[in-house]
Each structure stands twice: as structure tokens, then as C-alpha cells.
Nanobody
Framework: QVQLVESGGGLVQAGGSLRLSCAAS????????MGWYRQAPGKQRELVAT???????NYAVPVKGRFTISRDNAKNMVYLQMNSLRPEDTAVYYC????????????WGQGTQVTVSS
């Protein structure tokens, strides 16, 4: 089992920045990929970004060039730096962990709310 705890959400004006953090604990050796998903009101949960233990990254098209995912393997932390935020980025952001690329999330955090005002 892997436990994931997010922090760093909040309210920000359009054009602003936020940094999300996710602390992983438990059997972290069993997961290679960590990342972030989000779910806006009335919409399906969607991928934001993922990063492998070898720091290979993948981004959803809407956030490319604005968001940066990173991880600290020694601290079992993953981060999401979000710049140039837009109202459409408003969502609950979930930290995820999965065994390998292509298998889909196996573990989910409880989520942190990000609200971008116009």
C-alpha cells in the first residue's frame, strides 16, 4: 500500500501561480510513476502530468508550457508547479501513483482544491 497526501491548494487570481506537493509513504518502492489528475465540477477526472522515477515526464495538452512536474525520490515527494493559471484550471487535484507507465493509477490521494478566479 502507498499513502499519498497532497498540500498546497488554494485560491489564486488568473495569471497567478501555485505549487502543489504530494508526500508518499508506505510501499513506495512498488510504484515507478507518480503524477497528478484533476476533476472539475461536472467533468470527468483527467490526467494533468506524470513523472517516472527516471524523471521522464508527460503532460496533458492544456497544461503544457504552464505546469511543471518534478519529484524528489529521496524524500518520496512529487510536486506540481502551476504558472499562468486560468479559471479553467479550477478543480480538485489528486496525487496518484502507479506501478508502470500505461497501467493507470493504483493509488490516489484525498485531493486538494485549486480555485482560479477571473
Amino acid at each position: 500500500q502507498v499513502q499519498l497526501v497532497e498540500s498546497g491548494g488554494g485560491l489564486v487570481q488568473a495569471g497567478g501561480s501555485l505549487r502543489l506537493s504530494c508526500a508518499a509513504s508506505g510501499s513506495t518502492f512498488s510504484v515507478n510513476v507518480m503524477g497528478w489528475y484533476r476533476q472539475a465540477p461536472g467533468k470527468q477526472r483527467e490526467l494533468v502530468a506524470t513523472i517516472t522515477s527516471g524523471v521522464s515526464t508527460n503532460y496533458a495538452v492544456p497544461v503544457k508550457g504552464r505546469f511543471t512536474i518534478s519529484r524528489d525520490n529521496a524524500k518520496n515527494m512529487v510536486y506540481l508547479q502551476m504558472n499562468s493559471l486560468r479559471p479553467e484550471d479550477t478543480a480538485v487535484y489528486y496525487c496518484i501513483a502507479q506501478r508502470w507507465v500505461g497501467l493507470g493509477p493504483l493509488y490516489w490521494g484525498q485531493g486538494t482544491q485549486v480555485t482560479v478566479s477571473s
